[in-house]
């Protein structure tokens, strides 16, 4: 006799089946597949077929339109691209005017849109150079959206919800060019998929408004386990690997369990819907718990625009656990806590049973165009403390334009800051405190310029008179209200060793109108760099000098912080390896940093990525030593001890001389010698020292590591971070530094440069980058130490084959730990004026290492 199994796991079970049948069902509501420019149907691996064109032109109007295709392509997809979907990249439909697909919504609901795109190749059309917008009747997906390489496999995948009975998807070209999309799908979603509300970031508490927001998927991630395609995804999902974004893979280990023994909640909150079991029975969690800092958290980085408030989905199952009520955590979302003490126990009343937990985060708390989660234990952990996390879902959501990208709606008017009738009224408020405001600083200005001292006029400007700069203090703009009044700046003082200096402090005001006219109102041609602060356009002023100028997103505090540090910082500070400040505007809301102009751009660009000649080693090197004397300025030789935070080669610039300039402080932070500061963690992945991620606590040497991959990346000549490679070469300072123990360095050195370096050059450039990236702060050089064995590297490779027994004794200087350079030079190193005369060659330069 067979017994009958217990009610509760019998009914769990049927509702289990229906929900897989129902994910799984052939015919969806809506479901609409189409395989643009195919002449015949595709079917791919996961049973799913796309109808071809003929069989769908009556969902198209369009007035003229042209089919291509190609027998097959060569681009690698991206990982969150499935192989399996290579076949719909073949074909594509051009439009050359406004087009429409209108789709008839059996259900109104949630949908997905998804949207396959490759620029093929055509003899009479050029579809990298073609620019286009993709929206909806409400919603704008793709705003004058463009593919400029000829191997760009993209999938842009949305989630919004329809209450009409047709859909309508317009592609509408820009002027004189035209549009194009290889593949697309309108798919039904679970009503259940995202409810209206989520746990809001800063400020804390319920948001809602969700179901009435487009989103679209950023990220999709399966923490600890491997792809997961379409085929075994409920919803015809894809899931990528979290290595790319495991900040601190060192301090994490993954967990697996059979997918058979993940439980869904009675409930039906969580079900196959929200995520496939596959998902839930792989996670990261704490590698030796027991020996970690209290401080340590499992920690991703993601980047996403800015601009935009994000969806933040987590998903935890504990696998990891013997039993219940072991795990307790925290959540951290760019450092801001979203939930404190989780306990999983108490939401799923059993192990390996599913959750997951929604979190918005505001555009105004984006960080450097980043998004960093981290997960940690609580104090109240009875046993060893541990953390778990086993999916990341991040998505876009619409801004009050109704847009995913940009503030233009679908009607063509612009929706950003101060477009709406509330932005209006803080508008008019705004302005007429300007005018009073105005009027105040006119009748000061006159009562200033009836007591202004005679010959005043010889020695300053009206301009610089007016602005309250002074070398030890910040501007006006940024002080309390027991500010002292500023002093006057002698424009030709003498420094301690005879030279002529400059003024601290910017050299001027600039009104918003010249900035407008030197850049032809910052048209989008004069674009010349984009960074987590805003766009820097190339400009021209009315003297002729051409000038970088930072211009700010407006509305953002975090660009407001960043534009406060930065001119706080470089009113400071003058030196030649720093990019130096022309000046400010403050006008009309607008936050906008003018530098000198830096003719050859990043030094990443001339290393990949752009078609520009490979820079000779000797090159490299000096590049690298201008930039090491830039930061030991900043550690060692300015008023008090600067921390950059962001050091990475699209922050090194280069002159028309190839003289390198570490530029972008708008992450800077002073940081006394030898010590550390508790601060959130900020910077770029990628670079990101990991004893600062793992305590949060901010020292020099967190630059020294970020110095340390740079170098490596110099070697390489590829990014720091490449998702598209196989797991083990995706960071490339681990990977540099395996293959260099493993004696095949020469492998990942840059081809075009590897045979042209000497080996003793090479083994102290290595031995001083592999000492950077030390895991331990207190294991890593100082950058003075940094900068001397830079010079070294350099000494070797110019003399080359003619380096004598002296050079060769000197080469084994380099031992496991460094001697402070000081000790090298015979003085001290942490003078930022060094005025030491030193005989040897290799210290030519360092000698004359000065502030400017």
Request: glycine residues 6%.
């Amino acid at each position: 006799m067979v017994k009958s199994p217990p009610p509760c796991v019998s009914s769990l079970s049927i509702l289990h089946l229906f929900l897989f049948s129902l994910a799984n069902c052939d015919n969806p509501s809506v479901n609409y597949l189409i395989d643009c420019g195919s002449s015949n149907p595709t079917q791919l691996k996961d049973g799913r077929t796309f109808k071809s064109d003929r069989d769908t032109t009556s969902l198209l109007n369009t007035t003229e339109d042209l089919q291509i295709s190609l027998d097959s392509i060569n681009a690698n997809p991206p990982p969150f691209i499935p192989s399996s979907s290579l076949p719909l990249f073949q074909t594509a439909r051009v439009f050359q005017d406004e087009s429409t697909y209108s789709f008839h919504i059996s259900k109104t609901g949630p949908l997905w849109i998804r949207l396959y795109f490759f620029p093929l190749p055509h003899p009479s059309y050029n579809l990298t150079s073609a620019v286009f917008s993709v929206q909806t009747s409400r919603f704008v997906l793709l705003h004058h959206f463009s593919l400029r390489n000829n191997d760009s496999l993209v999938f842009k995948e949305y989630l919004i919800n329809v209450s009409d009975s047709r859909l309508s998807l317009k592609f509408i070209p820009k002027k004189k060019s035209l549009a194009f999309i290889n593949a697309i799908e309108i798919v039904s979603a679970p009503e259940t998929l995202v409810s209206d509300s989520a746990t809001g970031v800063s400020p804390p508490g319920e948001f809602k408004g969700l179901l009435n927001s487009a989103l679209q998927v950023s990220y999709r991630v399966n923490v600890g386990g491997p792809t997961i395609d379409p085929e075994s995804d409920t919803l015809s999902r894809t899931w990528e690997p979290d290595g790319p974004y495991n900040v601190f893979p060192q301090g994490s280990e993954t967990s697996q369990v059979s997918n058979k023994s993940i439980k869904y909640p009675r409930s039906g909150v969580v079900t196959p819907l929200i995520a496939p079991n596959l998902v839930y029975a792989t996670a990261v969690h704490m590698i030796d718990p027991g020996v970690m800092e209290p401080k340590f958290n499992l920690s991703w980085m993601m980047n996403v625009e800015n601009s935009y408030s994000y969806l933040i989905r987590l998903h935890f199952c504990d696998i990891v656990s013997k039993s219940l009520n072991q795990l307790y955590l925290n959540v951290y979302i760019n450092g801001i806590e979203g939930v404190s003490g989780l306990d999983l126990s108490s939401e799923t009343k059993a192990l390996a049973t599913a959750f997951y937990k929604d979190f918005v985060l505001s555009d105004s708390d984006i960080t450097n165009g980043s998004i960093l989660v981290q997960v940690g234990p609580t104090k109240i952990q009875r046993d060893k403390a541990n953390a778990i996390l086993n999916g990341i879902e991040v998505m876009k959501i619409s801004n009050n334009a109704d847009s995913l990208d940009g503030f233009f709606s679908v009607d063509g008017k612009y929706r950003g800051p101060f477009s709406t009738p509330k932005g209006l009224k803080i508008a008019a408020f705004v302005g007429l405190a300007l005018a009073l405001a105005s009027l105040l600083l006119l009748a000061f200005i006159c009562i200033r310029w009836r007591k202004r001292p005679q010959g005043w006029e010889k020695h300053n400007r009206f301009s610089s008179w007016l602005l309250p700069f002074h070398p030890n203090h910040n501007t006006k703009l940024f002080q309390g209200k027991n500010t002292t009044r500023r002093k006057k700046l002698n424009s030709h003082h003498k420094s301690k060793h005879g030279h002529t200096g400059s003024p601290r402090g910017p050299e001027r005001f600039f009104p918003f109108s010249e900035l407008q006219h030197a850049t032809n109102n910052f048209d989008e041609t004069k674009v010349i760099g984009v960074g987590g602060f805003g766009k820097v356009y190339l400009g021209k002023l009315e003297n002729g000098k051409k000038v970088a100028i930072k211009r700010g997103t407006s509305g953002s505090e975090q660009g407001i912080n960043e534009f406060r540090t930065e001119l706080n910082m470089l009113s400071k500070l003058r030196h030649r390896h720093l990019v130096s400040l022309m000046g400010f505007c403050d006008e009309n809301s607008e936050m906008v940093l003018v530098y000198e102009y830096m003719a050859h751009g990043p030094f990443r660009s001339h290393l990949y990525g752009f078609d520009l000649p490979p820079l000779s080693w000797q090159k490299r090197l000096e590049i690298c030593i201008g930039a090491a004397r830039g930061l030991h300025y900043l550690h060692t030789g300015a008023a008090q001890s600067i921390t950059h935070r962001d050091v990475k080669t699209t922050n090194i610039l280069l002159d028309d001389n190839y003289v390198s300039k570490v530029s972008d402080f708008g992450l800077s932070k002073a940081v006394p010698e030898k010590a550390q500061v508790s601060t959130a963690v900020k910077g770029s992945f990628g670079y990101l020292d990991p004893e600062y991620y793992r305590t949060q606590q901010l020292t020099q040497k967190s630059d020294v590591y970020s110095f340390g991959v740079v170098l490596i990346e110099v070697l390489c000549a590829r990014p720091v971070i490449s998702p598209t490679l196989p797991s083990e070469e995706v960071n490339l300072a681990d990977w540099a530094m395996k293959q260099h123990r493993r004696g095949v360095l020469h492998k990942v050195i840059d081809p075009r440069i590897v045979d042209t370096i000497s080996s003793t050059s090479l083994k102290v450039f290595v031995q001083i980058a592999e000492k950077c990236i030390a895991d331990c702060g207190v294991d890593r050089p100082s950058m003075g130490d940094v900068l001397w064995h830079l010079e070294y590297a350099l000494h070797l490779h110019e003399a080359g084959s003619q380096i004598g027994a002296h050079e060769d004794k000197s080469s084994n200087m380099i031992p496991g730990q460094f001697d402070n350079v000081a000790d090298h030079l015979g003085s001290n190193s942490s003078d930022a004026s060094d005025s030491t005369e030193v005989g040897s060659t290799v210290f030519s330069q360092i000698a004359n290492f000065q502030g400017r």
